[in-house]
């Protein structure tokens, strides 16, 4: 019998209103949708990858899921309750079982508590019964499993690397026993051989512990062994949804095409040889989003229909919002030898 989904977002939405500069006081504020209808299912012990560029609305997704960012639609937990619009308090049931890694490792740990405070403040703060003697043998423990020493428990942020940090952060998240971990970035800010450091570390855990992760990136490579899946957002949409091995082999959307052939090969032939999908333009404003897709102003395949009309995602198990998906067209690929997107 197949299990049940860990979490199930419906028409899940994030709009902020914000003040028009010189406007009076009592103006009608303007509106902006970070994050506009993302559906997705998320299975216990999976993976799902959120990639997409800066502003895409990746990390308001994952605040609107843990209640840091007010939201409409719905985020349907296990047991079957709407995480969407709980109080704080009625929240806090789900805080042991939904963590976050923030993607600033130095910046999300309290520079005057040692990493045994910061590692044992979840578990104090959820399991107040366990005595001082246990809350520290878990401490240690959880030290070692992240690949700390355990006499390092008394120092303080400020005395570790960022690849360190982001283990305390790590173990912080872990030490209450989750079956939620939302990784927010946890590597853009890390050296290349601590980002594999770290994600090797995350899948080991997830493996150990059994765990759900949601990985966001803004880097298709960063996610490639990681995931089971991969949702592709631009614009706070959804371009594409589909098993990680399908989405590399055969990626369907523009979007999608695009951010895969900017990804780096090894290899200095191959990457000189390489061709790659131009992206024209920048990121339009969320201010003011175009009209039909989001994402037609910067497309190679946009005609009249995708002004006018909203792509649906669909396609089974390979989803994608577009209205002319499939592989790449001669007319679509740049040059040989141009390395990035312009």
Same mark, same amino acid.
């Given at each position: ?63 609107? *899921?843990?209640? +840091?960012?007010?939201?409409? %639609?719905? @985020? #349907?937990?296990?047991?079957?309750? $709407? !995480? ?24 999300s740990l309290n520079p005057r508590m040692t990493v045994g405070q910061i590692i044992a403040e979840p578990l104090t703060t959820h399991h107040q019964g366990l005595s001082r003697t246990d809350v520290k043998t878990r401490v240690k423990d959880m030290m070692d499993r992240v690949g700390l ?52 570390? *995350?899948?080991? +855990?997830?493996?150990?512990? %059994?765990? @759900? #992760?949601?990985?966001?990136?803004? $880097? !298709? ?44 090969i090894p290899d200095p032939r191959l990457e000189r040889e390489k061709r790659i999908i131009p992206l024209r333009g920048e990121l339009p404003s969320p201010m003011n989003p175009p009209s039909g897709c989001v994402f037609r102003t910067r497309c190679p395949r946009a005609e009249a229909v ?37």
């Open positions: 019998m197949p299990a049940e989904p860990l979490l199930t977002a419906q028409d899940l939405r994030v709009t902020f209103s914000l003040p028009t500069p010189g406007a009076m006081p009592w103006a009608a504020p303007r509106q902006l949708q970070a994050v506009g209808g993302v559906d997705f299912t998320l299975m216990p012990g999976e993976t799902l990858g959120i990639v997409g560029e800066s502003g895409s609305g990746k990390s308001t997704l994952a605040r609107a *899921l843990i209640g +840091l960012v007010p939201a409409t %639609g719905k @985020a #349907l937990w296990q047991d079957g309750t $709407d !995480l969407i619009g709980l109080t704080p308090g009625k929240m806090l049931k789900y805080r042991s079982e939904i963590q976050m890694v923030f993607q600033d490792p130095l910046a020493l355990p006499n390092q428990i008394n120092r303080y942020p400020h005395e570790f690397s960022g690849g360190q940090c982001q283990r305390i952060g790590i173990a912080r998240a872990l030490i209450v026993e989750p079956k939620l971990v939302i990784c927010d970035e946890p590597v853009s800010a890390l050296d290349v051989s601590i980002q594999a450091q770290v994600i090797n570390l *995350l899948a080991e +855990l997830q493996r150990d512990l %059994g765990l @759900a #992760l949601i990985f966001i990136a803004h $880097d !298709l490579s960063v996610v490639k062994h990681i995931s089971d899946r991969v949702l592709v957002m631009y614009l706070g949409r959804v371009m594409e949804l589909a098993d990680a091995g399908a989405l590399y082999a055969d990626p369907r959307h523009p979007y999608t095409q695009a951010l895969l052939s900017a990804v780096p995708c002004a006018s009309q909203r792509p649906v995602l669909q396609g089974g198990a390979h989803l994608t919002a577009c209205h002319f998906p499939g592989a790449l067209r001669p007319e679509e690929l740049a040059p040989r030898g141009l390395a990035q997107i312009g």
